[in-house]
């Protein structure tokens, strides 16, 4: 009954070992979006895919890397977490690129570095 | 650019009573989706409603309805017979890449 599947839902990395965070998804959406989310904010986009085509933020950092290897999953990698990542991070999928379509999330990761 | 604002950041309601959460936007889009999601503790985004800019009626969803005024560029999420499940952050969220803005949180009272 799952739509949008986030794996781990907790992760726990150490400072500046890498990790990778997984997204996968029954919609068949051809869109899919990263979110970190600090705490008391609002989301902040990283990047998105519309199919194959990855869509980087101006402001994401480098540290942040993703794949999409097929339609239906999408990882998020940290190459070098830093506190300063400690976040949850959403993923998010939607069927339509004209704006117009709601986004369907996931539950989302909770990250913790130590 | 797109930029959406909300102005309230904590709101209180009596159990049973009805809450209206602001939400102004601006974008140069034409055609453009505003979404309310709720976010409960556990942290997910729940859907709640969308209003499409060429929709003529305001959205409705059960207990949600959105006071869609676009001279004003205002989606206004409105919750009737508020219920203690209610109380959440709320973002209001819009365009494709949907900007988010920054959220109230609802404390709803017994």
């Known amino acids: 009954d799952a739509m949008v599947i986030q794996n781990p839902r907790y992760q726990v990395t150490q400072f500046g070992k890498p990790v990778t965070l997984s997204c996968s998804q029954t919609?068949?959406?051809?869109?899919m979006y990263w979110y970190q989310q600090k705490s008391s904010q609002a989301p902040k986009l990283l990047f998105h895919?519309?199919?194959?085509?990855?869509?980087n933020e101006a402001d994401t950092p480098d540290n942040f890397q993703s794949r999409r290897p097929n339609t239906s999953f999408c990882f998020l990698d940290i190459r070098s977490p830093g506190l300063g990542d400690a976040a949850m991070y959403l993923c998010a999928t939607s069927g339509d690129r004209g704006g117009v379509g709601e986004q369907f999330f996931g539950p989302g990761t909770r990250l913790t570095v130590l | 650019a797109q930029k959406i604002t909300q102005t309230q950041p904590g709101m209180f309601v009596q159990e049973k009573e009805a809450v209206t959460l602001d939400c102004t936007y601006d974008?140069?889009?034409?055609?453009?989706?505003l979404f309310w999601y709720k976010q409960p503790s556990s942290g997910e985004m729940i859907f709640l409603i969308y209003q499409g800019s060429y929709d003529e009626q305001n959205a409705t969803e059960g207990r949600y309805s959105l006071n869609f005024q676009k001279a004003r560029k205002s989606a206004n999420l409105v919750i009737s017979a508020s219920q203690l499940g209610d109380s959440a952050m709320y973002f209001c969220g819009g365009g494709f890449k949907t900007i988010f803005g920054a959220g109230t949180r609802l404390f709803v009272k017994a």
């Open positions: 974008t140069s889009d034409q055609s453009y989706g």
């Open positions: 919609l068949n959406h051809n869109v």
């Open positions: 895919y519309y199919d194959k085509d990855f869509n």
